[in-house]
């Protein structure tokens, strides 16, 4: 079985002993030497655990079968890191947008400085609106000048 060969081959090249590698994948340092001899297979979770702390493809640890590309485990994420900064790049594209005035604007921000720059728009619509309940400016009959 290619297995029982890769997992052997990984492990001397390391310089690591069945012990070392049993405490890595949380096993029995026999059950390493059962897989060694290929009188057991691990699970694929174990066998996954085992590609991540070699660095190689599952393809080459089970089937000792290169991908076509050669990918690496480093090189998915290098590829996942590169992507996380792409993502970063436009979160901060799209905040400079949004300090320019150009972006979405800040509801909370915008209103509170309507109120500030317009308090006596407010107050002349607040009279209007009053003045619309009651009647208009007849109703008030001289009462304030």
């Given at each position: 079985?290619?297995?029982?060969?890769?997992?052997?081959k990984l492990r001397t090249d390391k310089g690591l002993s069945q012990e070392d590698i049993a405490q890595k994948?949380?096993?029995?340092?026999?059950?390493v030497s059962r897989r060694e001899a290929g009188s057991s297979v691990p699970?694929?979770?174990?066998?996954?655990?085992l590609?991540?702390?070699f660095?190689?493809?599952l393809d080459w640890l089970v089937l000792d079968k290169q991908p076509a590309d050669n990918v690496t485990n480093q090189d998915i994420l290098n590829a996942v890191n590169e992507l996380r900064d792409d993502i970063d790049d436009l979160s901060d594209d799209i905040d400079?947008?949004?300090?320019?005035?150009?972006?979405f604007s800040d509801n909370r921000k915008s209103f509170g400085s309507f109120l500030e720059d317009n308090w006596f728009l407010i107050i002349v619509m607040c009279v209007l609106v009053y003045m619309g309940f009651h009647g208009g400016i007849s109703s008030w009959n001289g009462k304030f000048f």
């Open positions: 079985m290619e297995f029982a060969k890769q997992l052997k994948i949380h096993v029995t340092r026999q059950a699970d694929l979770e174990t066998a996954v655990q590609a991540a702390f660095d190689v493809s400079d947008l949004d300090d320019g005035g150009v972006g």
